[in-house]
């Protein structure tokens, strides 16, 4: 991996990880892996099945919810959210990283009650850069799925 930052003591966002860094993910404790790509992107070394079969392999769980050309979801979003809280340690992977900074945002957005115009500048503090096309993905979807 080029790129991995721990968000939280329990979320870690990354790029495309290689099976050696799966290996060494679970090596550090991690016990699930969220990967919001879709088959067919630029440089992906396993297809999204390959992937999940090489975590749960390793004793770890795995979901994946592919993300791009299309709204994110409520039930898409739901799952994202529940994997990592009923996980202690995961790590959210894309291609680069920016869709997972984005989904781990609105999972941080959800559990804290931030709203669109908090989210950027909070998800910032965190280490959470998300910009252009990501951050209006992100207000959008917390515009339109405002809790209470």
């Known amino acids: ?34 990967n ?3 088959d067919g992107e630029p440089e992906q070394p396993l297809s999204t099945a390959a992937e999940g079969e090489k975590v749960r392999a390793l004793g770890m769980d795995y979901l994946h919810m ?34 997972a900074a984005a989904l781990v945002l609105l999972h941080q957005a959800r559990a804290n009650g931030w709203t669109a115009a908090e989210a950027a500048a909070k998800g910032r503090g965190l280490g959470l850069e998300v910009d252009g096309g990501l951050r209006a993905i992100v207000e959008n979807y917390l515009d339109d799925h405002r809790q209470g």
């Open 1 to 34: 991996m080029l790129f991995e930052r721990a968000i939280t003591p329990g979320i870690t966002i990354g790029d495309q990880p290689t099976e050696a860094d799966l290996a060494r993910l679970k090596a550090e404790g991690f016990n699930g892996v969220v």
């Open 36 to 38: 919001l790509r879709n």
């Open 66 to 99: 592919g993300v791009g050309g299309s709204p994110l979801t409520e039930d898409g979003v739901r799952a994202v959210c529940d994997f990592i809280d009923a996980h202690p340690r995961v790590m959210v992977h894309c291609r680069k990283g920016g869709r």
